[in-house]
């Protein structure tokens, strides 16, 4: 719901301490320090800060600075919950010890607030959710308060009771909300975004290393040297004494794949309905109106669904609406391109009795929206789905809708992806041990054969870079047995489109070993023997694409462009500690009869294999939320969000990136290969357009746009040895 900026002043003895950072300027900077040759205090930076990222928060901003200067806090604000100038922040305590900047929201707001005045008697001076955090911390401290977030946030918290001097950078356990930082000098910058360095010394370059490895989407890399994220369940403790380090607070955890379920069906479905209802019901709680995205799938329909219910039968208020009925948002595309939905999302609204407003995006929509989209996420994208969200967000925000529910991270906790497939059919399913497939080993393999045969057909279909017959390094080989970090690298680009001397470089670096160093060693330890195949792979996507890629240009970024606010019920922790805990067969279902599946596949899919038929994706979240949606839902497999690849030669797209990617904007990047975009040029459109080359486009636009957009240095090969350092 809103934008921060930070700077904090570390002590000589705690610059060279661990922050994740690998190269930095040297020297101290005070509060009026020279920045290119200009002296620039401390409040106008930060203010400077915060009017780049002002889409973050445009209702009201404002800076705090401590008396020696210390620590810096600024905030922008898109008010949500208490409108009133009490929810401003900076947030500060009663004695004006602890202070802090909120990003998000915290939920279960009304009962933490009862136990906070009642218990603990804190006394709180607004109505805002995000006051919980500076309460939360004060009772309990750190890292025990993290327990009693429940929501998507992040903060800097600034803790100077008797001279402790230390701050806390958090983030929540999915990364719902961005936070990066960086090191200037002796000083620590931490932000929303990373553009909002720009205005504070920062002179972006680009890290070569963690795009060429994908780090980026791996790690706590981004694309620009020294720009780091504070990874999803962590915080940095940031202390005179030790220095900045980052430190985990939650993680995801699985059953153990030996032991038996105890549960009946109707229990588990029982506990997934009730979580899930409760997610939904907490996060229609705002002092503006509420709305929902809403798509041809399962997992927004049922969201809307329940929503419909909880306000026509529970008499829930839906934000700050005494409402009955729903509004609802959803993207279309030209129907020809075979990936238009909106029909199904609007059968939907009618079954529901709900209002719903509908964005065509076409190709003029994508070229023009490409670049505004790409300096809002800061990184490339396989896809231009990104630019049809970012459209799709113009849409709440023209209605005076500042929250939106979402469906994001269903497909990640119930398995709906196609790679999720052959990872649970890779062992039996010792919980459930009377199942058919773990009954009959030779048909598990059988189907186990069909799936992988598919899979690399849709990779390949869709311009996929995996399976290229590479085969796996021994330290990569058996980590949880599963193929996930080739599904994970699809469409990482291939060596061929980065500059020879990055390719000589790379030496033909393996990036499987990127997404197997990001694991830390207790966590590969379950892979390889405490959880099932489909639980590993299900971690290792949560951890990697859903936070660095899913949740950012096609989340917060593209909806925080427009000052809108998304929620996502599926990513609330109390439901996916559930839901992780349930076995495998109730995630992805098998059935004897195909006929019982047959619901369109969609255009993703090659086939109709009798493997793919008999497995029913997210089979226990359908039973779950059957009452609230109808039966072409019910029945209906995975369509993914995805926007087409094919598009006309001297089309809107084409006269697009023809004019982007002229020779001196792409050599002006410095490490890439400006002959393989000439090359791609001429293929990446009309009817027999290949797909790989329209992505390699796409990558490339992005960097370009990044590069003239924020100023970013060209890459050299000497960039090379700073940032694999």
Not at 654 to 665: G, I, S, V
Request: some cysteine.
């Amino acid at each position: 719901m809103c934008g921060i900026s930070a700077c904090i002043s570390l002590a000589p003895a705690s610059i060279n301490g661990h922050d994740g950072c690998k190269e930095h300027d040297s020297g101290v900077i005070k509060s009026d320090h020279q920045v290119n040759g200009v002296a620039k205090g401390l409040a106008t930076q930060l203010k400077a800060s915060l009017d780049i990222i002002a889409h973050r928060g445009p209702d009201d901003s404002d800076v705090w600075i401590s008396d020696k200067e210390q620590v810096g806090l600024a905030h922008c604000r898109l008010s949500i919950n208490d409108l009133s100038s009490a929810g401003r922040q900076p947030l500060h305590s009663s004695d004006s010890q602890v202070h802090a900047v909120v990003n998000g929201e915290i939920y279960d707001y009304d009962r933490l607030r009862h136990e906070c005045e009642t218990v603990h008697k804190y006394n709180f001076q607004s109505d805002s959710d995000s006051e919980l955090v500076l309460a939360l911390y004060e009772i309990f401290g750190a890292p025990e308060f993290f327990k009693h977030l429940r929501g998507e946030f992040a903060f800097v918290l600034y803790d100077n009771r008797q001279g402790t001097q230390r701050v806390i950078a958090g983030r929540d356990r999915y990364g719902i909300k961005p936070l990066v930082y960086t090191r200037l000098g002796s000083k620590l910058l931490v932000a929303s975004e990373a553009k909002a360095f720009l205005h504070m010394g920062w002179k972006p370059r680009w890290d070569v290393c963690a795009i060429a490895d994908a780090g980026w989407m791996f790690d706590d890399r981004t694309l620009f040297r020294g720009i780091r994220k504070v990874l999803p369940g962590h915080y940095l403790d940031i202390t005179e004494q030790d220095g900045v380090q980052q430190v985990k607070y939650w993680d995801a955890e699985y059953e153990d794949k030996n032991k038996p379920e105890t549960r009946t069906m109707d229990e588990m479905v029982a506990g997934v309905r009730e979580r899930l209802v409760e997610s939904i019901r907490l996060r229609l709680r705002a002092d503006v109106p509420v709305g929902i995205y809403l798509s041809g799938g399962i997992d927004s329909s049922a969201i809307a669904g329940i929503v419909t219910e909880l306000a026509r039968k529970g008499k829930v208020k839906i934000g700050n609406e005494e409402a009955t009925r729903v509004t609802c948002f959803s993207v279309a595309f030209p129907e020809i391109s075979g990936y238009d939905e909106s029909d199904i999302a609007e059968r939907t609204a009618e079954w529901l009795g709900v209002k719903t407003i509908k964005k065509t995006v076409t190709e003029d929509t994508l070229a023009k929206d490409f670049g505004d989209a790409v300096f809002h996420c800061e990184h490339h994208h396989f896809d231009l789905n990104f630019v049809a969200k970012f459209g799709l967000s113009t849409l709440p925000h023209e209605y005076g809708v500042k929250v939106v529910l979402t469906g994001e991270g269903a497909d990640e906790h119930f398995a709906g992806y196609p790679y999720f497939f052959g990872e649970f059919l890779r062992e039996a399913d010792e919980a459930l041990p009377d199942s058919s497939l773990s009954q009959n080993s030779d048909l598990r393999n059988d189907m186990f054969k069909s799936v992988q045969r598919e899979m690399k057909e849709i990779w390949q279909k869709g311009g996929a870079t995996a399976y290229e017959d590479r085969p796996a390094p021994a330290s990569i080989a058996g980590v949880g047995a599963t193929d996930m970090s080739d599904n994970l690298l699809a469409w990482h680009p291939a060596a061929t489109l980065f500059a020879t001397w990055l390719q000589t470089r790379q030496d033909n670096f393996d990036c499987r070993k990127t997404v197997l160093n990001s694991y830390p060693s207790d966590v590969q330890a379950k892979m390889r023997s405490r959880w099932h195949p489909l639980h590993t792979s299900m971690y290792m996507w949560n951890k990697n694409s859903l936070a660095n890629v899913l949740l950012s240009c096609l989340g917060d970024r593209t909806e925080m462009a427009h000052s809108v606010e998304a929620r996502p019920p599926f990513l609330d922790h109390h439901l996916t500690e559930y839901v992780n805990r349930l076995p495998p067969s109730v995630k992805l279902r098998y059935s004897a009869d195909a006929t019982s599946n047959n619901g369109e596949l969609g255009p993703i899919w090659t086939k109709s294999s009798v493997a793919l038929q008999s497995l029913t994706e997210k089979w226990i979240l359908r039973q779950a939320v059957r009452p609230y949606v109808t039966d072409e839902l019910f029945k209906r497999k995975k369509h993914p969000f995805l926007a087409p690849t094919r598009w006309a030669e001297d089309g809107a797209l084409h006269r697009k990136f023809k004019a982007l990617l002229t020779q001196e904007a792409v050599e002006a990047l410095g490490f890439v290969n400006w002959e393989r975009i000439q090359e791609d040029m001429d293929v990446a459109w009309g009817g027999t357009a290949d797909p790989k080359a329209f992505r390699r486009l796409i990558y490339c636009g992005a960097w370009v746009t990044l590069s003239q957009r924020m100023g970013v240095a060209k890459a050299e090969e000497s960039d090379w040895e700073v940032t694999k350092q």
